[in-house]
């Protein structure tokens, strides 16, 4: 895969963007309205139009027998993650360490699954949905909705370090004090410093994981029974209450 020097080094400044080939929005509805709940994690284009929403929104309805009333919230909630992302275009970023740690901690129907993996933030052509074939293929997962679940939440945590970046790169600025754009990285959800991990594990180029050179992230995949799933969704509805 091209990678693209911009990416290189802890200070490089560029404009606010995903690292993937394709600068998507990751989006998540969790809506409930009189008790029934729609869940969806899905990818948007922010250079569609905004008409394009309330004609998702609706398309979802009709298709799922939604009430008549989730269109408006659902066309809310994902205008309200577009404008939040459109909110950062065209500020600039630190382009932060080369490598991220990416973990993985998801349940898609009845399977488990549990992973941590570095990430090369210097390769636009990165793609999450390969990465999230080729695990299902090594993992022999077979639920087509596992795929897409893992790119979502992988595509989640490079956009939560690319805000984290936007703001790294104002607070140098603010500071004046020179310090490098990697310091400013949290923990958060990727759980962890990218420095200390490069020098522990060391610096490989290719986004695709070889199980071979990384065998200390081994991943977990687990097939749940029917009343594990009954009792992982009591719990987290209760979770929620």
Excluded at 52 to 74: G, H, M, N, S, Y
């Amino acid at each position: 895969m091209k990678s693209h020097s911009a990416w290189g080094t802890s200070k490089s400044l560029v404009k606010f963007r995903i690292p993937t080939s394709d600068n998507l929005v990751p989006i998540r509805l969790d809506i409930e309205i009189d008790g029934q709940r729609f869940r969806d994690a899905f990818t948007w284009n922010p250079s569609d139009p905004d008409s394009e929403v309330v004609v998702f929104a609706k398309r979802t309805v009709k298709d799922l027998k939604l009430p008549p009333a989730f269109v408006t919230q659902i066309a809310q909630s994902i205008q309200t993650q577009l404008t939040e992302f459109r909110s950062y275009e065209g500020q600039d970023m630190y382009t932060g360490e080369r490598v991220v740690p990416i973990k993985l901690d998801l349940r898609v129907n009845h399977t488990l699954i549990k992973d941590h993996f570095l990430w090369e933030l210097n390769n636009f052509e990165s793609d999450p949905e390969e990465f999230a074939r080729n695990f299902c293929k090594d993992m022999g997962i077979e639920d087509p909705e596992v795929g897409p679940a893992i790119a979502i939440a992988i595509r989640e945590q490079l956009y939560e370090i690319a805000v984290q970046s936007v703001t790294s790169a104002k607070e140098s600025r603010i500071s004046k004090k020179g310090r490098r754009a990697g310091e400013f990285f949290s923990a958060s959800k990727t759980g962890g410093n990218a420095v200390d991990l490069v020098k522990l594990f060391g610096n490989k180029s290719s986004v695709i994981r070889k199980r071979k050179e990384w065998d200390v992230y081994e991943p977990i995949v687990d097939l749940l029974s029917n009343e594990e799933v009954d009792a992982l969704e009591a719990k987290e509805e209760r979770n929620i209450r």
